[in-house]
């Protein structure tokens, strides 16, 4: 299975998660019994509380590109040139960049097949400018080769991390906590029916390996609590549906705590929005794929070509920025994920210059107010800007 191989060969998630890859290998044994990922039964049992969860939002957004502005701006796109979007979701970066510089080629790659549908409406509208592309970012030297693209041939790179608002606003792909659907979360489980589901994680894990998954990827200090409440809950029955999970984890907090938390424009966060992170991150092996998306963006960028990657939480900012700090990630484990220690001097600074990149503004770049009103999902969302040396 090519998750199982992912894990096994990848020194991030075997040195981060040893109990996880012990817990794996036992789930793998038994995987056609009792993968639980296409269950098509009437939904949760008795411990579903789903109908106690008031939802903080059911509205569906217009698709918005988050930060179109600056990406705009920093990418610097001239007619004729060849740009890479890594992660075309619902296109709308690559729409922006074609009604602003028509003559260019735009090289649309997304790992959702349902993405990818849309890049080639979108190719039929725009003949010969949008080229997509199937696969995942540790696949796209594989692609690029297979359309003739050479390495250090791209004028310009656009990689907008994690999860679509397309994926979010389908309640079948079991993504959001607000929409009840099949625990799934896989962006490209049609590729891939045997790829473990969220649902599968939470069925057969051990209790260790779950708080494992929900510390290292959603920086949950609740994770045992949270890990040792999943364990109770599938004895009853098991974890088949967003909601359910959703009222497991409100079920082990006091009521007043389930909308305690606040997200960054103060609204009411569910208790389970970490857990729920942290699922998908894990499911989709996203840490590993970033860090392949970027070693690809490096290669396949010309000298003086440009950079410009969105990330929505801290795993992945950190990740991007010791990246392009030049730091060593080849045997990343969980202390490169976590906040690096204050005090460095200047010439320690100086030193940790990349040789492959430099830095076209140098602190982060994050949306302003009206554009968090426009699009309340881009709230979160960090763009950080290079020039390839």
Not at 121 to 146: C, D, I, T, W, Y
Request: glycine letters at 6%.
């Amino acid at each position: 299975m090519i998750f199982h191989m992912s894990v096994r060969s990848n020194p991030i998630l075997r040195k981060t998660n040893l109990a996880v890859w012990r817990a794996w290998r036992s789930w793998k044994l038994n995987l056609h019994s009792s993968t639980v990922c296409s269950s098509s039964g009437p939904g949760p049992g008795p411990l579903d509380r789903s109908e106690e969860l008031s939802p903080v939002s059911t509205e569906k957004p217009p698709h918005t590109p988050v930060m179109l502005k600056e990406v705009l701006q920093y990418l610097d796109i001239q007619q004729g040139q060849v740009v890479l979007d890594m992660t075309f979701g619902g296109g709308g970066h690559t729409k922006a960049i074609l009604n602003m510089v028509p003559e260019v080629t735009v090289l649309a790659v997304d790992r959702d097949p349902t993405a990818i549908s849309l890049a080639e409406q979108l190719a039929k509208e725009h003949s010969g400018h949008v080229k997509p592309l199937l696969g995942r970012f540790s696949e796209l030297e594989v692609l690029l080769s297979n359309m003739n693209i050479k390495p250090g041939s791209i004028d310009a790179v656009l990689l907008d991390a994690g999860c679509s608002s397309m994926q979010m606003d389908q309640a079948e792909r079991g993504f959001c906590i607000s929409k009840d659907g099949p625990l799934d979360m896989r962006m490209d489980g049609e590729r891939y029916p045997d790829m473990p589901c969220a649902a599968d994680v939470v069925n057969t894990l051990d209790q260790q390996a779950l708080a494992s998954i929900l510390t290292a990827y959603g920086e949950e200090r609740h994770a045992r609590k949270i890990a040792s409440a999943i364990v109770e809950a599938r004895r009853v029955n098991p974890i088949t549906r967003t909601q359910q999970l959703a009222g497991v984890v409100a079920g082990s907090f006091p009521p007043s705590v389930i909308y305690a938390r606040k997200d960054r424009l103060h609204r009411p966060a569910h208790v389970a929005t970490k857990t729920f992170q942290a699922l998908r991150i894990f499911v989709n092996d996203e840490l590993n794929e970033l860090h392949a998306g970027l070693r690809a963006a490096r290669a396949s960028l010309r000298p003086g070509g440009r950079l410009c990657v969105i990330t929505f939480h801290s795993l992945e900012d950190r990740l991007v920025k010791r990246f392009l700090r030049g730091d060593d990630l080849s045997n990343l484990d969980q202390y490169h994920f976590s906040p690096r220690k204050q005090g460095n001097s200047r010439k320690e600074k100086k030193d940790s210059e990349s040789v492959y990149w430099l830095p076209l503004r140098r602190k982060v770049i994050i949306p302003e107010k009206n554009d968090v009103s426009e699009n309340p999902r881009g709230r979160s969302a960090k763009l950080r800007a290079a020039l390839r040396r």
